[in-house]
């Protein structure tokens, strides 16, 4: 079981920074494959960017990449998002996902432990 609790959501200009964490329970947490998801509204959930397990390889969402870094700190037990030249369309709510599996994919279905969520807001 692990528990995960996002923050560092806020409201930026467009252009801006800002940095998600993610702190996760549990001891384990280096077995754990990572990801970032976003919802805006009346949108369904996407994949925005993961690192493995072990060997911390990532990947992102087109529509980030070269401007989001995903990265984790498994001394802390933490994973960020730094999102960088940010846009209106990246305004959503942001979540943490967490899977065990060696098995996965970029769909929500593959990650089996979820955050509750943070608020992006990037104004014009």
Request: with cysteine.
């Amino acid at each position: 079981q692990v528990q995960l609790v996002e923050s560092g959501g806020g409201l930026v200009q467009a252009g801006g920074s800002l940095r998600l964490s993610c702190a996760a329970s549990g001891r384990t947490f280096s077995s754990y494959t990572m990801a970032w998801f976003r919802q805006a509204p009346e949108k369904e959930r996407e994949f925005a960017a993961v690192i493995t397990r072990i060997s911390g390889v990532t990947s992102y969402a087109d529509s980030v990449k070269g401007r989001f870094t995903i990265s984790r700190d498994n001394a802390k037990n933490t994973v960020y998002l730094q999102m960088n030249s940010l846009k209106p369309e990246d305004t959503a709510v942001y979540y943490c996902a967490a899977t065990g599996s060696t098995i996965w994919s970029r769909s929500p279905a593959s990650f089996v432990y979820w955050g509750q969520g943070t608020q992006v807001t990037v104004s014009s």
